[in-house]
């Protein structure tokens, strides 16, 4: 077990001690990349702890399989691919597979785009997609949302009807595109948004609109063909860049669309420096890493099983939504890649909300809980707006939040209180970006994404695949046939057999 290779938590001194005893603490475990700082003195570890850490991941191979994924080998083992999303942001010159295939993939998409954006004709974009094909673009819209667009953007994920019907009453057919992001061009709940999507614009405009008014993120030539769109409005991305990766490639043309291929390019270059880091920084300096190990650390030997990401800017009320899928889809497995069944815990539950809003909701719990949860906070030195005031205000509370989860409330500072004594030692990380922009928002995504695969490799995890997943994908079918045309099903369970009895029954 991973713990057994690592100093017991009682040889750690507490929060307060560890920088009562070393005034530069800060300057040790700080550090600025990408002109971003991560501070990570707030966690409950030493210099000999940090060690072990990196000591367990090179014994793990860390360095071995960060050099793999970079060459195009297959390390998603279980569905025999490579794992290659950084390539769609590396540079011309690059040693990474595939780079020229993807720049002109790039280049065809970004001209796309600049031809609609300098054509004028629409004025609504409805982006239908789900999971990564979703969450990934539909983040970074939001994050950007300081930058001019010519359009509205509005974002399609749930099969509930409600969502595509309340879209649809804002947009008119004569200005509206579609784009339909489903890699195979199958999934259940993509293409059943796409085709009542379809059936609104053709009942309009006539059967020819799909052709003027669709565009596919797909592979699969054949089924966008018969869905009616126009193979030259088709842009696929290849089978080595997982859904939940893929803002990177062709899905991300929402992004390009709203703001321009000079901010999507802009978006590239911030994940390509990160990358670049992550690479070849040394271990001990290297920010992926270091989270990924710390992240272990709080899971595996102070026994954290939740994670917190706190943003105090609300345009990144999203992000917290896109790692959760990143993360929890990853590793949110206890099947190791040799097929054993892993004997530490893994993933941890990814939760959060934006600062202040978590102020006055959960951070009682984060505070007073029974539980350890540690938290990453993540703000902007520089605001996109006029109030700076407010802006002070939100990074006081930020600052104040990290401050009191560290070093709590004794007794007698709560003035003989003890419902306000806070134990303090619970662990958090401050993450500052300069700004909001393009190129910091592109390398703080990247970090995270390399964070997983670090702690991917220390848990022996497969961290892009998704079997759990498809699981449920299998079992829905046969409900669905059941439910829409009011049949039986031939075998199920008892309670699932009379939900569907209720459901079938409407009142």
Not at 129 to 151: F, N
Not at 221 to 247: C, H, N
Not at 292 to 305: H, Q
Not at 445 to 465: M, P, T
Request: hydrophobic fraction near 40%; aromatic fraction near 6%; charged fraction near 20%.
């Amino acid at each position: 077990m991973l713990h057994t290779h690592l100093p017991p938590l009682s040889s750690v001194p507490s929060l307060r001690d560890l920088f009562a005893q070393n005034p530069k603490r800060f300057d040790e475990f700080s550090h600025n990349v990408c002109g971003i700082v991560f501070d990570f003195s707030k966690q409950r570890v030493t210099q000999k702890t940090l060690t072990a850490l990196l000591d367990l991941a090179r014994a793990q191979q860390l360095e071995e399989w960060r050099a793999s994924m970079f060459a195009g080998d297959i390390i998603n083992t279980s569905e025999k691919r490579a794992v290659l999303h950084v390539a769609c942001r590396a540079s011309e010159n690059s040693a990474i597979p595939h780079v020229a295939e993807v720049l002109m993939a790039k280049k065809r998409l970004l001209d796309f785009a600049e031809k609609t954006r300098a054509n004028g004709s629409f004025k609504d974009i409805l982006c239908i997609g789900i999971g990564g094909s979703d969450l990934g673009p539909r983040m970074v819209v939001k994050a950007l949302s300081h930058l001019k667009t010519p359009y509205n953007l509005h974002f399609i994920s749930n099969v509930d009807g409600s969502v595509l019907h309340g879209a649809l009453q804002k947009c008119d057919p004569k200005t509206t595109l579609i784009l339909i992001a489903s890699k195979t061009f199958t999934t259940v709940e993509t293409m059943m948004n796409a085709r009542a999507a379809a059936s609104w614009l053709t009942h309009a405009l006539g059967e020819d609109a799909i052709k003027k008014h669709c565009v596919a993120l797909s592979t699969n030539e054949k089924a966008v063909t018969d869905f009616g769109i126009d193979p030259a409005q088709m842009f696929p991305f290849a089978d080595w860049v997982g859904g939940r990766y893929s803002l990177w490639s062709s899905i991300g043309l929402p992004i390009a669309l709203a703001y321009g291929a000079d901010i999507f390019e802009e978006l590239l270059s911030g994940a390509r420096a990160m990358d670049d880091h992550f690479r070849a920084s040394p271990l001990d300096q290297n920010i992926p890493v270091l989270m990924g190990v710390l992240g272990v650390w709080n899971r595996n030997v102070l026994n954290c099983p939740t994670h917190v990401i706190l943003p105090y800017d609300d345009r990144l009320s999203l992000f917290v939504k896109h790692i959760q899928q990143v993360d929890m889809e990853s590793n949110g497995k206890i099947v190791r890649r040799d097929g054993t069944v892993a004997d530490d815990k893994t993933g941890p539950q990814i939760f959060g909300e934006p600062g202040t809003d978590s102020q006055h909701s959960f951070m009682q719990l984060i505070h007073q809980g029974s539980d350890i949860i540690p938290v990453d906070f993540i703000g902007c030195r520089t605001p996109d707006h006029p109030f700076d005031d407010q802006h002070a205000e939100l990074l006081a509370n930020m600052l104040a939040q990290s401050r009191a989860l560290a070093f709590g409330q004794t007794l007698s500072e709560a003035q003989g209180d003890p419902a306000r004594v806070f134990s303090g030692d619970r662990p958090s990380t401050t993450i500052l970006l300069p700004r909001l922009n393009a190129h910091a928002l592109g390398a703080l995504i990247a970090a995270y994404e390399h964070k997983v695969f670090v702690q991917g490799i220390l848990w022996g995890l497969n961290s892009f695949d998704q079997p759990g997943v498809e699981l449920g994908k299998i079992l829905a079918k046969p409900i669905s046939q059941a439910l829409q045309n009011n049949l039986s099903l031939a075998e199920t369970d008892s309670s699932t057999e009379n939900l569907l009895k209720v459901i079938t029954t409407r009142p």
